[in-house]
């Protein structure tokens, strides 16, 4: 049906009708990618929304209005999570995010034109938040804009799934054609042509036989009529054949390809508990890092002078917290930490728990294991 007729079918008459008459069926074909895809977008979206974004000055960790804006509320409407899993799921689906800085909160441009320049700053004009149509136009560096490449991923995804979801109708067609059930039915039929006779025929046939062949029918009686017999023509022989599972691994195929193209492991995509552990860290190395170093990049060129981030007032996202370890699994790790000079509060933030006001808790430790070259080189004294 091409796109015109479709969209005449929602007329009668010259009138449209109402939605409730209107019916269109997508392939099922469409909802195996619709599933990779949206699977994808979502593990990315909920582990970067995971992520604590860290704000320094000067070196130091510092929680102020840019930690609690990309941490908790970017603005009035939404939280944390929320914002950044539209953004991810805009910068995923269309390929690019634009989001507008005002008084300190964070907007999510619906809609938007860009004039790229080579040696002036590109200017953003028509921006749409909502049902919001903002009139002024917004120079680069007033806005923060996420776009990881420039190849549409989900393009070239669509351009793969075109001959590959033609692959699986196709053997589910097989797959029906091998297991249905055909007759035949040989008899005497030079009999009346007339319109009572064949209603006759036409009625063993298609529901007498219609409730025989019906596998949701658990014991249907059929009395076959006088000088009619059945043979079995349903295709038994060897050859090429097709069973259920053929199809699902052509179905395996395309969440294969999805995963290929986002870099998230196979088995995490499948939900597949093998090797957890390096499927996560391979998720958090190839699918999260990258678009994680890109916001962070970009946040941090446009909200922060050159002169600041040079003097290390910056933020950083954190995608440790991706993760999640079991305290005892990091007992021996820890204590490490604390031998090489790592004070508690240090440790308790590594952790993503909470420092404790004590001054215990500043106090660096070594032990006495260590020690410098000068002092080996004098045979360990001091």
Same mark, same amino acid.
């Given at each position: 049906m091409s796109m015109w007729q479709w969209i005449k079918s929602f007329f009668k008459n010259g009138q449209l009708e109402s939605m409730k008459?209107?019916?269109? $069926?997508?392939?099922?074909?469409?909802?195996y990618k619709k599933l990779a895809i949206e699977t994808c977008v979502n593990l990315i979206a909920n582990a970067l929304s995971r992520c604590e974004i860290k704000t320094y000055k000067e070196g130091k960790l510092q929680r102020g209005n840019m930690y609690y804006a990309l941490n908790v509320q970017p603005n009035q409407n939404q939280n944390a999570t929320a914002f950044f899993h539209k953004a991810i799921r805009k910068f995923i689906y269309e390929n690019e995010c634009l989001i507008i800085? #005002?008084?300190d909160n964070f907007y999510?441009?619906? %809609?938007? @034109?860009?004039? $790229?320049?080579?040696f002036y700053e590109n200017v953003y004009s028509n921006i749409q938040i909502g049902e919001l149509a903002l009139n002024r136009t917004y120079k +680069? %560096?007033?806005?923060?804009?996420?776009?990881?490449t420039d190849t549409k991923i989900l393009s070239v995804i669509d351009e793969l799934y075109e001959s590959h979801g033609k692959m699986i109708e196709a053997a589910k067609s097989y797959y029906k054609l091998k297991n249905n059930k055909r007759v035949l039915v040989k008899g005497d039929y030079l009999r009346a042509q007339d319109d009572e006779t064949q209603k006759k025929i036409d009625d063993m046939f298609e529901n007498q036989l219609k409730n025989w062949f019906d596998?949701?029918?658990? &014991?249907?009686?059929?009395? =076959?009529?006088?000088?009619?017999?059945? #043979?079995?023509? &349903?295709? %038994?022989? !060897?050859?090429? !054949?097709?069973? &259920?599972?053929?199809i699902s691994n052509l179905v395996d195929d395309?969440?294969?390809?999805?995963?290929?193209?986002?870099?998230?492991?196979?088995?995490?995509?499948?939900?597949?508990?093998?090797?957890?552990?390096?499927?996560?860290?391979?998720?958090?190395?190839? /699918?999260?890092?990258?678009? /994680? +170093?890109m916001m962070e990049d970009e946040i941090n060129r446009k909200a922060y002078s050159k002169e600041e981030y040079l003097n290390r007032t910056y933020l950083?996202? @954190? !995608? %440790?917290?991706?993760?999640? &370890?079991?305290? !005892? #699994? =990091?007992?021996t790790a820890l204590d490490k930490m604390f031998a090489i000079g790592f004070t508690l509060n240090e440790i308790f +933030?590594?952790?993503g728990r909470e420092t404790v006001d004590d001054p215990i808790a500043n106090i660096r430790h070594i032990t006495k294991n260590y020690q410098t070259v000068e002092q080996a080189l004098k045979g360990g004294e001091t």
């Open positions: 008459d209107c019916y269109y $069926e997508l392939s099922a074909e469409y909802y800085m #005002e008084n999510i441009a619906d %809609s938007f @034109d860009v004039k $790229e320049y080579a +680069e %560096s007033e806005v923060i804009r996420l776009k990881l596998p949701d029918k658990k &014991s249907v009686a059929f009395q =076959l009529q006088d000088g009619f017999e059945i #043979e079995d023509m &349903s295709d %038994s022989k !060897t050859g090429l !054949t097709i069973d &259920s599972r053929d395309i969440f294969n390809y999805v995963a290929m193209a986002f870099h998230v492991p196979r088995g995490l995509l499948k939900g597949d508990l093998a090797d957890i552990d390096k499927q996560t860290d391979n998720f958090i190395m190839f /699918a999260i890092n990258p678009p /994680a +170093e950083k996202i @954190d !995608t %440790s917290k991706i993760k999640v &370890s079991d305290i !005892t #699994e =990091l007992a +933030e590594e952790m």
